[in-house]
């Protein structure tokens, strides 16, 4: 088949032919139709993931057909459209059996453990556990984007930070996950308020029902979420300043002064401390993008979190278990994932998009790109 494959962290997937996959037991190989592009497929090709052993092939967010079925699945068989969820979980271990397969103790993650979907064909392990049927409704370049971005930012709002309607809520980042919580929270009844540094990731929150947005660039933020040119982080700019200016767009735009619940759908130490200080007291701060410890350990404001008896969460993906209520949204109409898709590239397209996909943050091209085998 061909892939992209890496065979030196920090430099461009190259296409070529490689060996088609084998088919486990207990598993399916799915044709792939259509992959997206994310930015922890980057921290995977930086060598940020230990777990990523070379020569490898990326990718973790894809929708296709099965091709192949296992001799020990029950329940799926060739030729049916799927997706699946990044976290393969196995089924049995104590988080399975809790019902909370996202963090399954044996978890594998095509594009990470094993080989991934910058290729024609991928292995879903444990298929009765983590396939995902998708409905006539939604085609494969959007589900594409839903085994990864749109199902995290669906889990971290809803089910982790418990959105209600009526609530203020900040998206720091807006990338595709955070475009995604954009989407979701106002399909959930929820004011918002949009954070980035790019212009272009703002309009579409803007586009997507955002009612404020704040520049982060104005305030002293780079464009990898940190700190540019400000030196103490004080209270007119870095992420004090980001958190202040979410506090007033809020109230500008008849909210209380700070929001409810607030995601750092990036992952910097600067996103992560503007969340959790633009929160109201008893407020909820969900850590959505990856904080690598390869790129250093946070410093997080937990005065703030005592003082305000904040809640400070994780969200890591979503079990198959959970889809059918994200896509009973797309399916109805209620939630348009397709308006996420900005562009669809090819394989040989997509090497050098995935190595430029950490340089310039969330919003370095707003929007989700997808690529089609």
């Known amino acids: ?11 461009e997937p190259v296409l070529t032919d490689v060996p088609d996959p084998d088919c486990p037991p207990h598993g399916v190989v799915v044709r792939v139709e259509a992959t997206g592009l994310c930015r922890s497929d980057w921290h995977g090709l930086m060598g940020h993931d230990p777990d990523v052993a070379l020569p490898h092939v990326p990718g973790h967010e894809f929708a296709g057909v099965v091709a192949e079925v296992g001799a020990d699945v029950r329940g799926w068989r060739v030729g049916q459209r799927v997706t ?7 089924g049995s271990c104590g988080p399975c059996r809790a019902g909370r397969q996202q963090v399954c103790a044996r978890q594998t993650q095509p594009g990470f453990t094993r080989w991934g979907s910058f290729a024609e ?20 370049v959007t589900a594409a984007g839903l085994g990864c971005r749109v199902a995290t930012a669906f889990r971290a709002v809803v089910e982790v930070g418990r959105v209600a309607a009526g609530e203020w809520v900040a998206v720091h980042g807006c990338g595709g996950v955070g475009l995604s919580a954009v989407l979701i929270a106002r399909a959930c009844g929820a004011r918002v308020v949009a954070v980035d540094v790019v212009p272009a990731a703002l309009a579409l929150a803007s586009r997507f029902g955002a009612d404020a947005v704040v520049d982060a660039s104005a305030l002293g ?41 607030s995601l750092d759908a990036l992952g910097s130490e600067a996103t992560c401390h503007a969340s959790i200080a633009g929160l109201l007291p008893a407020g909820r701060h969900v850590q959505v993008g ?41 399916a109805s109409g209620r939630l348009d994932a397709s308006a996420l898709v900005n562009r669809r590239v090819t394989l040989a397209e997509a090497g050098p998009l995935l190595l430029g996909a950490g340089s310039a943050g969330a919003g370095a091209t707003a929007g989700i790109t997808v690529a089609c085998p």
């Not at 088949?1 to 065979?7: C, D, G, K, N, W």
């Open 1 to 11: 088949m061909r892939a992209l494959l890496l065979t030196a962290f920090g430099t």
């Open 84 to 90: 699946a969820p990044f976290v393969n979980a196995c």
């Open 121 to 140: 064909l991928v292995v879903v392990d444990h298929a009765e556990v983590n396939l995902v049927a998708l409905p006539a409704e939604v085609d494969a």
């Open 221 to 261: 933020a780079g464009p990898d979420g940190g700190p540019d040119g400000v030196a103490d982080g004080g209270p007119d700019g870095g992420p004090d300043g980001v958190a202040a200016a979410v506090r007033r767009a809020a109230a500008a735009a008849g909210g209380p002064d700070g929001v409810h619940l």
């Open 290 to 330: 990856l904080l690598p410890p390869a790129l250093g350990l946070p410093r997080v404001p937990m005065h703030l979190v005592v003082g305000g008896e904040l809640e400070v969460l994780g969200s890591h993906g979503m079990a198959a278990r959970s889809y059918p209520g994200l896509l009973g949204l797309v």
